[in-house]
């Protein structure tokens, strides 16, 4: 049974007369006749009782029609599905967030998909480094990451979102804490709590530490931001931290800049070889964030780390 009969059945069942059927379908009246009669040659039985005034239904007919309406709204819903699909505008996205990134970015990524991209569904990681996420999008298990760049692979494209900076965290009753800027010489001999040391911001912050003519004695490593200031302020060590990490409000930890501090890049990155009209549509959500207070929001055109 092929779609336009069920379709021309439906129209003649609900009008309960050819022509005016035959007019609904945009067509002369001898035809639609003929393919409803291949139809019930084709199913081997009656679907509609003909008279000189009317039209009605046999059993078997009704049943198509009950049956038929809902085959026909579940194709439409089918084509109306597929064609979002095919245009980006529904899916699903496996994005990941790095550090502050999961608390800043992510609930507005979040709530702006849903307003804009209402088919979409999004499942999150947050607080990765990275490297983890670097290769989460090499591998496919990822199909955005907001990471702070540098990456190694020639698949992972980048889109600059803003320029952060390091900052120093403190226990606050440190005596460093009594100052106001501090150069990043002045932590010589301090105790470091640091990042893994394969993520990017460790990276930075030791080659900072050694163009300052020292090597840092990291004596505690944490992977969450959230833990290394929960360190800071239980007085293990200082740290060097993305200026965005003073949204985290803790007790015990002062925030003191840094002459010429280190610069710290955000960015949105994807696998050049993945890029779907999803994907997309969902990197355009990130050109309306505002930017961390103080950061500096990155050019518009996509930036490629080969």
């Known amino acids: 049974m092929e779609t336009r009969h069920l379709k021309y059945f439906i129209a003649v069942a609900e009008e309960r007369h050819f022509g005016r059927a035959a007019q609904r379908l945009h067509m002369a009246q001898p035809p639609l006749s003929q393919q409803i009669r291949q139809l019930e040659d084709q199913l081997g039985t009656p679907l509609l009782l003909r008279t000189t005034r009317k039209v009605e239904l046999t059993p078997a007919g009704q ?68 490297p983890q996420m670097e290769t989460a999008l090499e591998e496919g298990r990822l199909d955005v990451a907001v990471l702070r760049p540098p990456v190694r692979s020639s698949e992972v494209e980048l889109k600059l979102l803003e320029q952060d900076e390091l900052v120093a965290a403190l226990p606050a009753d440190s005596e460093l804490a009594e100052k106001g800027t501090l150069d990043i010489r002045e932590l010589a001999k301090q105790d470091f709590i640091g990042y893994p040391t394969h993520s990017a911001v460790n990276t930075i912050f030791v080659d900072a530490c050694r163009r300052a003519g020292f090597q840092p004695r990291i004596v505690q490593e944490a992977k969450e931001t959230s833990t290394l200031l929960s360190l800071v302020a239980a007085g293990m060590g200082i740290a060097l931290v993305p200026m965005t990490s003073r949204m985290f409000t803790f007790q015990g930890v002062a925030f003191r800049q840094l002459r010429n501090p280190p610069p710290v890049d955000l960015a949105v990155a994807w696998n050049r070889n993945n890029r779907t009209p999803l994907i997309d549509n969902f990197l355009t959500l990130f050109d309306s964030l505002p930017t961390f207070p103080g950061a500096v929001p990155a050019p518009k055109e996509p930036a490629h780390e080969d």
């Open 63 to 130: 049943l198509l029609l009950d049956r038929g309406r809902r085959l026909i709204e579940e194709l439409e819903v089918l084509e109306s599905d597929i064609t979002q699909v095919g245009a980006g505008a529904t899916g699903i996205i496996r994005a990941g967030f790095t550090g502050t990134a999961t608390y800043r970015l992510m609930p507005l990524v979040v709530q702006a998909a849903r307003r804009q991209l209402p088919g979409l569904r999004i499942t999150v990681q947050g607080e990765m480094l990275t």
